[in-house]
């Protein structure tokens, strides 16, 4: 997954979890239950390149584009 493809899948998933706008990057962050007191951070860590992209977290997003909800639900 690239930074771009990141990006592209907040505002797809946004849409798709009834939020009607993009996710944003803390509630993206907290669906893939990343550490930290700021789990936005490394979601724009990742869509600026800035941070390689792991592979469970392509395979987290790959799943909630798919229909996968987070195993907590959808962030508020």
Known sequence: MTPIQLYNARHTLGHMWGKGRPL???????????????PGDSIRDYER????????????????????????????
């Not at 509630?27 to 007191?37: F, I, Q, S, V």
């Not at 390149?49 to 790959?62: E, F, L, M, N, Q």
């Not at 798919?66 to 639900?73: A, E, Q, R, T, Y």
Request: net charge positive; hydrophobic share 40%.
């Open 24 to 38: 944003m990057a803390s509630e993206l962050g907290r669906a893939l239950r990343l550490g930290g007191k700021r």
């Open 49 to 76: 390149g800035k941070t390689p992209i792991s592979g469970p977290i392509t395979v987290a997003v790959a799943m909630f584009l798919n229909g996968c909800l987070p195993p907590d639900g959808v962030p508020d």
